[in-house]
């Protein structure tokens, strides 16, 4: 039995649906992110098991309890926003406490275990200073901790990484993820990131257009995404419409009619340093060198396929241009049956 | 925020009640009374006000609007330059300037029109001392008639200019300059096409609180008009002739220009310009002038600013002008205590502080429950498209001008009524408090509806995701963020129902007389030493408010929160 689970949850908004009929089990002490573009409801999914959208239809069961219609107060769900939403009248202490006085714990206690989760997030210093005078990350980890320090059952993350600088963001990622191994809590992230969401969770859901498209581990989602959007979201796979008929090995001969599309991530294109006679040719139009790796984008008769290889010595030879000859990994790519791309 | 829709209802009661019965209701008698001539329906008055042989009344309207339009010139002219010269120039003295710049807004206008009649007027000093400079039979040059009003006008109104603009100016992205210079235009292209346009919401909004304070101007007229005519004095005279019926036609002629005015202005003001949306810190960057100009601005301004704070400094030194001591002389020629003695000892010259003072407080109790009432509902009580006439109504009495709120009163509570606890409120006590409510509760409603409108709704979320009930969220979160604005509106009423005239002078009876009253009373027995020390005392008074708002806000001097919408 799940810890947290949403059955068939439905949000309109003025007729319109910004979430439809989402469901997902999330068992205790996972860390679970929904992953979307903007717009695909998933905020208005992670404010309904808040508490502050009610649904148009479905249940939330927590910890066996329907707490649909309960109100936010009264769920013990803790929630870091997207602004963070720190109370600016207060000083970081305050906000911290904030929770615990509303649980008219004593004053002794309150100041251990503000002291104590402000010591996790590094802001022991801090802790008299009004929050506006802090730093983005340091306000961030104040949100952080008003949340945790409350023992929630499920803390909510909406977005809490996206007004930090890029290095910032890899350390409080790290952080975040310490963070929850240590307290076991069952963790609900919301991001737009897929990095983020690979890196930082048990499990994801990816959202598209108000639906939840697949739910899985990483690793599953990136290898064997459900829908070409998917593999286009996670593993920023090119969508190949191919006629015909290909094998896709071991398991799966799709037959295409007239619409078969194959998700190949960049990765399985390589580009050859000697191919093989008679084998197919593209031509190079764009060039990304980023260390390590070194991303194309090339021209495969009239598709634009992106393809990414380790730098090495031939990589750096390249220049846009160039016909090279090229090979497709398929045993790691996705087979799609008709539509569009 | 999502409040049930239980919590709109009793402030929403409220108000409803509070609006028909002390804003419509008088409203409604008046324009009944203006249509009556001798208790027969009647559009006599009215031919009256239009009989082409008898003119006084167009006249006076006519002179009104002219004198309305061109204190809106000079207070822009003044307000914009020191607005500029305060944000865009770095000088030492900057702040100190920018202090005094907004004193003017603490000064009663009748103080202010005493203080330019002390300085300006025929036998004011600075004519008395080019008179004897150039030992000349008479001052050559006074401020008298629509001149004197004007700059009278513009010495109290530049202050809406002056607020606005600079708030404008420093809110404006600095990229934004440099974007223009780097396309290699000019400090004065810069100017007419970036800057101006970022301007045009608070000249707009300047403008219109200028003209319609001008329009309602009483004080300066009374004092300066010499033979003209002026709407708001007709009314008055009209009113002390006993021709009631008149005096409604003439409110009703005299509101309908200025909301008039009022409503154009604030249509054409609200597509307000997008704010600077650059990310990251902007910085603020002035204009590049040539060093010459700045000095000269600078220079100007600190002479500008000099002259606003004369008049106060003399009514100072006035104040302890012995009486019969200042006649034909530049200066007083005898000094004495004895006028600050009078007041405190004389309990018939001090009453009528006690008096202002309880008005005073009656007032803002009442303006604070009203006045956040309808905040509250303007900005949580989920209005959308009729959020901006439920906004334009409940703030319009602060545009009525006080002779015309006067007149409304009068002809509504002369008789008991179920809205005046049936009772005759016209010529007791509590009749003034309720004029000054009327007049200022909607600085209540816009300083903490702009404070409510800044409160994000996430914070209210995260105070109920970490276990606050509605009444705990409201205590802990929403009013703490709150008492600021509030607190700022209050104190403005407080000002202005203390310092109040030109209601009062139609409602007082000699025992609720208010100071601005007795003020004038001893101006009338050419008393100038005791009107000082009153008006003095008044200015201690006021200062003494803001001083414990500030205490209690803990924040620094307070800014006129009705303009910077």
Request: proline fraction near 5%; hydrophobic fraction near 50%.
């Given at each position: ?181 240590k307290t076991g809590i069952t963790t609900v992230y919301v991001t737009h990131d897929q990095s983020e969401a ?144 | ?350 009453s009528p502080f006690g008096n202002s003072l309880l008005m005073g407080v009656l007032t803002v109790c009442a ?199």
């Amino acid at each position: 039995m799940a810890f947290l689970s949403l059955r068939k949850l439905t949000k309109e908004f003025a007729g319109k649906a910004a979430v439809r009929e989402a469901s997902l089990e999330i068992p205790r002490g996972e860390f679970f992110s929904i992953l979307g573009p903007s717009g695909c409801g998933k905020t208005t999914l992670l404010r309904m098991i808040a508490g502050f959208e009610l649904p148009t239809s479905g249940s939330i069961v927590l910890n066996g309890n329907d707490v649909t219609s309960h109100a936010a107060q009264d769920r013990g769900i803790g929630m870091v926003f997207q602004n963070y939403a720190l109370f600016p009248h207060m000083t970081v202490f305050e906000n911290v406490a904030f929770g615990l006085q509303t649980q008219k714990k004593s004053v002794q206690e309150i100041a251990e275990r503000v002291e104590r989760i402000l010591d996790a997030v590094r802001l022991r210093e801090k802790t008299r200073l009004s929050v506006t005078t802090l730093s983005g990350g340091e306000q961030q980890r104040v949100a952080v901790a008003r949340a945790l320090v409350v023992e929630p059952s499920v803390l909510l993350l909406d977005e809490p990484l996206s007004n930090l600088d890029v290095a910032l963001r890899l350390q409080t990622r790290e952080e975040i993820r310490s963070l929850q191994r240590k307290t076991g809590i069952t963790t609900v992230y919301v991001t737009h990131d897929q990095s983020e969401a690979m890196s930082l969770s048990d499990r994801i859901a990816v959202m598209n257009a108000g639906c939840v498209e697949q739910v899985g581990t990483p690793a599953e989602m990136y290898e064997s995404p459900a829908s070409p959007f998917v593999a286009r979201f996670l593993g920023g796979a090119n969508i190949l419409r191919v006629a015909g008929s290909i094998a896709i090995p071991p398991e799966i001969t799709v037959r295409g009619g007239d619409g078969l599309r194959v998700a190949v991530k960049p990765e399985c294109i390589s580009l050859l340093e000697k191919p093989a006679p008679g084998g197919p040719t593209c031509v190079i139009e764009e060039k990304e060198y980023l260390g390590f790796t070194t991303n194309f984008v090339i021209r495969v008769s009239s598709d634009r396929v992106r393809a990414t290889m380790v730098s090495s010595e031939f990589s750096r030879r390249l220049k846009p241009g160039d016909e090279v000859g090229y090979a497709v990994d398929w045993s790691r790519s996705t087979a799609f049956p008709g539509g569009s791309p | 925020m999502r409040i049930g829709r239980r919590g709109i209802i009793l402030p929403g009661i409220l108000l409803a009640v509070f609006f028909a019965g002390y804003v419509l209701y008088p409203f409604l008698q008046t324009a009944l009374a203006s249509v009556h001539v001798d208790g027969r329906l009647s559009l006599g008055h009215y031919r009256e006000l239009f009989d082409p042989g008898n003119s006084a009344n167009l006249e006076a309207v006519a002179n009104s609007v002219m004198v309305s339009i061109l204190s809106v010139v000079a207070s822009a002219v003044a307000g914009v330059f020191l607005a500029f010269v305060v944000t865009q120039f770095n000088f030492t003295g900057r702040r100190t300037l920018s202090r005094l710049a907004v004193m003017p807004i603490a000064l009663p206008p009748l103080v202010g029109v005493i203080a330019f009649l002390f300085v300006f007027g025929e036998s004011g000093i600075l004519p008395r001392l080019f008179q004897i400079l150039l030992g000349l039979e008479r001052p050559p040059l006074f401020l008298e008639g629509i001149p004197a009003i004007v700059v009278i006008h513009a010495y109290s109104f530049h202050i809406y200019f002056y607020l606005l603009v600079s708030e404008a100016l420093r809110r404006m992205d600095g990229s934004l300059l440099e974007a223009a210079e780097i396309l290699g235009s000019r400090p004065w292209r810069t100017f007419r096409r970036i800057v101006l346009p970022h301007l045009r919401p608070a000249l707009v909004g300047g403008s219109v609180l200028a003209f319609m304070a001008s329009m309602a101007s009483f004080s300066a007229p009374y004092l300066f008009a010499g033979g003209r005519r002026f709407i708001t004095l007709q009314i008055f005279t009209t009113k002390l002739n006993g021709e009631l019926d008149l005096a409604a036609a003439q409110s009703v002629m005299l509101l309908a220009v200025s909301l008039g005015f009022f409503v154009i202005f604030n249509v054409l003001g609200r597509d307000a310009g997008g704010r600077g949306g650059s990310k990251g810190v902007s910085r603020p960057k002035a204009l590049r002038l040539p060093r010459v100009v700045r000095r000269i601005c600078i220079m100007l301004a600190v002479v500008l600013v000099a002259i606003e704070m004369l008049p106060m400094l003399v009514i100072v030194l006035v104040s302890f002008a012995q009486e019969g001591s200042w006649t034909s002389q530049l200066f007083p020629s005898a000094y004495t205590i004895e006028n600050y003695r009078a007041l405190v000892s004389d309990p018939d010259v001090l009453s009528p502080f006690g008096n202002s003072l309880l008005m005073g407080v009656l007032t803002v109790c009442a303006a604070l429950v009203i006045g956040v009432s309808g905040a509250y509902v303007l900005e949580k009580g989920g209005l959308r498209r009729g959020k901006l006439f439920v906004d334009t109504l409940l703030t319009s009495p602060y545009a009525i001008p006080g002779t015309v709120v006067a007149v409304g009163l009068i002809l509504s509570f002369n008789r008991p009524s179920l809205l005046s606890g049936n009772a005759v409120l016209v010529g007791t006590f509590w009749i003034l408090p309720l004029a000054y409510l009327i007049r200022t509760y909607p600085l209540v409603v816009r300083s903490t509806a702009a404070a409510l409108a800044q409160i994000d709704d996430s914070l209210l979320e995260a105070g109920q995701s970490l276990g606050a009930g509605a009444w705990r969220r409201f205590r802990r979160i929403i009013l703490p963020l709150l008492i600021p604005g509030i607190l700022s509106g209050c104190l403005l009423a407080m000002i202005a129902a203390v310092g109040e005239f030109v209601s009062s002078i139609l409602l007082y009876a000699y025992s609720s007389r208010p100071i601005s009253v007795e003020i004038l009373a001893q101006l009338r027995t050419f008393n100038f030493g005791a009107a000082s020390a009153s008006c003095v005392l008044l200015l201690l008074m006021i200062l003494g408010i803001v001083a414990l708002t500030n205490v209690v806000a803990g924040r620094s001097a307070p800014r006129d929160l009705f303009l910077s919408n």
